[in-house]
């Protein structure tokens, strides 16, 4: 890859940091489906997960650690400080959990190794969020399902851009 698509995906995930807090705090609570509601941020972190194996793919381990810390500092200059830690906190021990499921995991293909981590991080993430930044985990089904919904989108265009390319280079 690139160093400008390193570089695209790093941003986009680093934005998705501070948009999710932002969310949060302009919109609070939003539907998810199946009668679930969550922080409206859920459907930014849903696509923060997999623009963090995207970046990881692109620049590598320690790039994506100080994304992490650039999204951090932006959410607590825009967002809700509170809210801004919660998401910082949680981002921190989701990224370390997703690289001990994603690392072992790629060697299976990219879309395996992002389902798994991801189910790991968007638990992971969730629980911490909710319990530092809202005090209770009322809304642990519809952060999870959210998440989800993001995660199985984003990964069913990443396996339809996939599969474009091995149908052009086999021509």
Do not use: C
Request: hydrophobic content about 60%; glycine content about 8%; cysteine-free.
């Amino acid at each position: 890859m690139t160093r400008y698509t390193a570089a695209a995906a790093l941003g986009t995930y680093i934005a998705t940091i501070p948009a999710a807090n932002l969310a949060v705090t302009h919109f609070g609570a939003v539907p998810v489906g199946l009668g679930h509601i969550a922080p409206a941020g859920v459907y930014f972190v849903g696509l923060a997960l997999v623009l963090r194996d995207l970046a990881r793919e692109a620049a590598g381990r320690g790039p994506v650690l100080a994304a992490i810390a650039a999204g951090a500092a932006l959410s607590w200059w825009l967002a809700d400080p509170a809210l801004a830690f919660a998401s910082a906190a949680a981002f921190a021990v989701a990224e370390t959990m997703d690289f001990a499921v994603y690392e072992p995991l790629r060697k299976r293909g990219l879309l395996v190794a992002m389902l798994a981590s991801n189910a790991v991080g968007l638990l992971a993430d969730s629980l911490i969020f909710l319990k530092i930044g809202f005090g209770n985990l009322d809304y642990l089904p519809g952060q999870l399902l959210g998440k989800a919904w993001m995660t199985l989108a984003a990964v069913a265009v990443i396996a339809t851009i996939q599969r474009r390319r091995a149908q052009a280079e086999s021509v």
